[in-house]
């Protein structure tokens, strides 16, 4: 059994039309979100040590409801940083 990644397909994004502002729904390319396990994986750490540095903003991260989910560049760059 494979883990599969989250995909995230829509953002949000405010245009004025005529002196209004309003809420705009914008399609993207999909963008695959990595979970707390699979980050834990990749980092081979715990997935309570991964939320605990998301917490701490050392990890860059986002709260989807009561989930963290992780941008795999973002966790390629705090790679990168810490081999520094």
């Not at 005529?18 to 993207?28: A, C, S």
């Not at 939320?51 to 009561?66: D, F, S």
Request: net charge positive; with cysteine; glycine share 4%.
């Amino acid at each position: 059994m494979g883990i599969e990644p989250v995909k995230q397909r829509i953002a949000f994004h405010f245009v004025k039309k005529g002196g209004k502002e309003m809420v705009k729904r914008k399609k993207r390319t999909e963008e695959k979100l990595l979970n707390s396990k699979e980050v834990a994986h990749i980092l081979d750490l715990s997935p309570d040590d991964v939320i605990m540095l998301a917490r701490k903003k050392k990890l860059p991260a986002t709260k989807i409801g009561r989930f963290w989910r992780f941008n795999p560049v973002c966790v390629s760059r705090y790679i990168a940083n810490a081999n520094r």
